[in-house]
């Protein structure tokens, strides 16, 4: 064990990257190039959050403009800590339709529970994703995987209601 550069992986794509370095983090027992304790494990936390949130915003904004015809809202929390010491920041886009439905909005959330290694990205419906991002470059490379969580978000959000839920299906626009 000892430190690394997290450029170590350059020949790898971009949405690669990211996964060799959670793996490595669980090979080396650290995150990032250092992070032992759980108080550097949640600085860097707090860090990739702050260099996700444009991304993050983004992902959804794309959705709202494209999907829900620009009536949904973006909501950003930041890093909050759980009463049982998880720290998550969340990222929510909701709109009339979901809320007359009453479901969930579709969500990208970044988390990091107690018993965790390192932190994860999920979404309010679907599965966890590695969260390795050190600066700009990283968090801009996880803009697809943000894409996909909202949009198989959005997609089970639909199971749980139906296809009205999305104004684009309904007022025209969608084919």
């Not at 990283?138 to 949009?151: K, N, S, Y």
Request: charged share 20%; net charge negative.
């Amino acid at each position: 064990m000892g430190a690394r550069n997290h450029d170590d992986y350059g020949q790898a794509s971009p949405h690669l990257r990211g996964l060799l370095r959670h793996f490595a983090d669980l090979r080396d027992g650290i995150h990032g190039d250092w992070a032992v304790s759980r108080a550097d494990k949640e600085q860097l936390f707090s860090a990739a959050v702050d260099y996700l949130d444009p991304y993050a915003r983004q992902a959804l904004a794309e959705l709202n403009a494209t999907l829900l015809l620009g009536s949904g809202a973006i909501t950003a929390t930041g890093v909050t800590q759980s009463p049982n010491g998880d720290s998550a920041a969340v990222w929510t886009l909701g709109w009339p339709e979901q809320e007359r439905a009453g479901i969930m909005p579709i969500t990208l959330e970044a988390f990091y529970g107690r018993t965790f290694h390192h932190p994860h990205l999920r979404g309010g419906t679907v599965g966890v994703w590695p969260l390795n991002v050190f600066c700009d470059d990283d968090a801009a490379a996880e803009l697809p995987t943000l894409r996909a969580i909202a949009i198989a978000d959005l997609h089970n959000l639909v199971f749980q209601r139906d296809y009205r839920i999305v104004p684009a299906t309904t007022r025209g626009g969608a084919r």
